[in-house]
């Protein structure tokens, strides 16, 4: 079986890396189409590529999706992908989680008879205003086998008609991919290397394009977080900081920034946080399974499970508002259940799943 | 007064769009239109865009013809850019082109509510491209406008809000009914010598027919052994490929035609003694205009005309249309007009429009 694994964007590496390995041990042939921007992959050498300290096999082919508007990266990556499916005819394509070039990458190979799995399929945050769930039902729609990572999302596939037998609760590659670089580096004196101690900071992770743009909501969330007796660290903090001086909003002296830090770095600080304050959805995830409460400042949230299990709140971007819920969540303990199958077997369940077969739509 | 853009790409559309445009001129929406140019073939557009007396398009993209994603990729981009300058209170798109799909993912990542018309038919064949531009289309649309009862099944098998869907019927009926009185002695088949209820008017145009020798083959086979002389319509793409298949030269009783106007076409359609097909509009006016039909394909989106008996479904298999030939000639005429197929279909789309049209996002 020949499968092309779409990497939609550099956030979707994280989804796909462990499972590679698990699909190539399955004797499923395996070549990637990464659409994350070439820059990011810094080759390592022996066929392998690092894209922010996560490797996976060099890709085979870097796929164009244009920048811009969401017309523009749909548009042209739709082209991109519809031109390379014609040439390469896989047996399936894999595409994972929901920005615009996994949609384009799903709905090429479905024009063109080519069954699509989608990894992190039927998760919803239940708002049609979000370009990314519109992303999320549409791949659904045009999917061929399922892949969840929470019971929830098998359900709400099951609630929009999609044929139970093609969904398969896997669990969360996120999760898998966060307890195995951990696991390979314990004790890697990352915290104390930043000056920070163990549970006496608060990790700040914000890069939602549409959140940065939104000036009322960044004079919240920095209002928010200055109000922290603990020390904020902001990894990746260029564009918020460009943003906020857009906006003419000076940042808080509270706060650290630091540019981009390679994934286990990211992993190490999650864990190490007292608390996680965030709009990022693989954060969300992460603090979750890493046991760090966390505060999401959003309106809604496609990561219900961590929610509802305790790990994570809800916070809408007003200062009063997330002040409350940074105080509230440093003094909380991980008490909270894992989700089910957040665990390291998930990309072996994804390679069952697809060894067994990918029935095609009719 | 609210502002609408309407979008058309094909020849289906403009049918579509006709008896829409005088009924929002006598309302309060001021409806324009945006002509994709998806399918621009200058004489043939005109003529139809003159028949169905539309008004000129206040724009018109040029998207020419292309791949899928190709056309849907230049269309979502030009589209896009309109509607952010533009910003109407809502896009309303047509059938199942690719200009569809293509406006309703651009108005909808942008915020602008999508009405569909024609919304909730299945074929149930997911090769068909047209069958994924409706699903996705649907999943996007704020307004859903059924010509039929069970469209509105099949969405809500779908889960989509049955608040969100109006049962208006059959706008292509209400072109029908509306032009009908104005080609009373129009005699469309004296041009090519023939005379009325003595012909078979054939039109097979679709990939699943036309991509394959074989099937061709089967369909030229069981045209050549009609005892009715045949008149069929092609447009130049498919002309080749019939004649391939034996149905090229000064045949006496089988004759490739250039395509023909809106008028005219619906005038061969009344007077023929029989119509075979693989279009989904011409099921439905054979039906109106009183002409049995027979349809080759594999599956049909257009059930309710096989349910009442104007139309049969066939495979592309000589036997098996010759029998449906048959078939189609002994069955009694005098078939019931689906419900809401009359001349007030534009009167509730509008009447639905003026309810308000409430967006997805929230």
């Not at chain 1, 163990?198 to 549409?210: I, Q, T």
Request: aromatic content about 4%.
């Amino acid at each position: 079986m020949q499968l092309i694994v779409v990497v939609g964007a550099r956030a979707n590496v994280v989804k796909v890396a462990p499972l590679l390995p698990a699909l190539s041990s399955a004797k499923i042939g395996v070549r990637i189409a990464f659409a994350g921007g070439k820059r990011d992959a810094l080759d390592c050498g022996i066929g392998f590529v690092s894209v922010f300290g996560v490797i996976i096999p060099a890709p085979t082919w870097y796929v164009d999706t244009g920048s811009g508007t969401n017309a523009t990266t749909t548009g042209v990556a739709m082209r991109s992908f519809e031109r390379l499916f014609a040439a390469q005819h896989p047996d399936a394509v894999l595409v994972c989680g929901d920005v615009n070039a996994t949609f384009a990458a799903a709905i090429s190979a479905a024009k063109a008879g080519i069954p699509v799995i989608h990894l992190e399929a039927g998760i919803r945050c239940g708002d049609l205003g979000v370009a990314d769930e519109i992303n999320r039902v549409l791949i659904s729609r045009v999917a061929a086998m399922h892949l969840t990572p929470t019971a929830l999302a098998l359900e709400n596939l099951e609630d929009e008609g999609i044929d139970p037998e093609r969904i398969h609760f896997v669990g969360n590659t996120v999760a898998e991919q966060a307890l195995r670089e951990l696991d390979a580096a314990p004790g890697n004196g990352v915290v104390e290397s930043f000056g920070l101690t163990r549970r006496g900071y608060v990790l700040a992770v914000f890069h939602r394009p549409d959140d940065l743009a939104d000036a009322a909501w960044l004079a919240g969330v920095l209002d928010g977080i200055s109000a922290s007796t603990l020390p904020v660290l902001m990894p990746d903090a260029e564009a918020f900081v460009e943003a906020a001086t857009t906006a003419g909003l000076e940042m808080p002296s509270v706060i650290q920034t630091r540019s981009a830090l390679p994934h286990l770095k990211m992993l190490s600080l999650i864990r190490g946080a007292a608390c996680v304050v965030t709009d990022s959805g693989g954060v969300q995830e992460e603090a979750c399974v890493l046991c760090t409460p966390c505060v999401t400042v959003r309106h809604c949230t496609e990561h219900v499970d961590t929610v509802s299990t305790g790990a994570n709140v809800l916070v809408q971007p007003e200062s009063g508002a997330i002040g409350a819920a940074i105080g509230k969540a440093v003094g909380k303990r991980c008490t909270w259940a894992q989700p089910v199958r957040w665990d390291s077997a998930v990309s072996d369940r994804v390679a069952r799943a697809i060894r067994r077969g990918v029935a095609p739509l009719r | 007064m609210m502002r609408i853009i309407v979008v058309v790409g094909a020849r289906p559309n403009f049918i579509k769009v006709g008896p829409l445009m005088p009924a929002f001129a006598k309302s309060e929406i001021d409806a324009r239109i945006v002509h994709t140019g998806q399918h621009y073939d200058a004489t043939m557009s005109d003529v139809f865009f003159a028949d169905l007396d539309l008004p000129k398009p206040s724009w018109f993209l040029g998207v020419g013809s292309g791949t899928h994603a190709v056309q849907t990729g230049r269309a979502m981009i030009a589209l896009e850019e309109l509607l952010l300058k533009e910003k109407p209170d809502a896009l309303l798109v047509v059938g199942d082109v690719n200009s569809t799909l293509a406006g309703a993912l651009a108005a909808s990542k942008i915020g602008v509510p999508v009405v569909h018309l024609e919304a909730g038919l299945r074929s149930g064949d997911m090769s068909m491209p047209e069958e994924l531009n409706r699903l996705v289309t649907d999943q996007l649309s704020s307004m859903l406008l059924t010509p039929v009862p069970t469209a509105a099944d099949n969405l809500i098998a779908e889960a989509i809000d049955p608040a969100r869907i109006h049962f208006v019927g059959n706008v292509m009926a209400q072109s029908v009914l509306g032009n009908l009185p104005r080609i009373q002695d129009r005699d469309a088949a004296a041009a090519y010598g023939l005379e009325r209820e003595s012909y078979a008017l054939v039109t097979i145009h679709r990939p699943e027919n036309t991509d394959h020798p074989e099937k061709a083959s089967a369909i030229a086979t069981a045209l050549l052994a009609m005892e009715l002389p045949v008149l069929f319509p092609v447009h130049p793409r498919t002309r080749p490929i019939l004649e391939a298949a034996g149905l090229g030269g000064d045949h006496p009783r089988v004759r490739l035609i250039d395509p023909v106007g809106y008028l005219d076409m619906l005038a061969l359609q009344r007077d023929a003694a029989l119509i075979v097909t693989d279009s989904g509009g011409i099921q439905e006016e054979a039906c109106m205009v009183g002409t049995p039909c027979v349809t080759v394909r594999r599956n049909t989106e257009r059930q309710i005309t096989v349910e009442l008996g104007s139309n049969r479904l066939v495979q592309a298999d000589a036997s098996e249309i010759a029998q449906g030939v048959s078939e189609a000639l002994a069955a009694p005429k005098g078939w019931e007009i689906p419900a809401r197929w009359d001349a007030d279909v534009a009167d509730r789309v509008v009447a639905a429009l003026i309810g308000g049209v409430t967006p997805l996002a929230g």
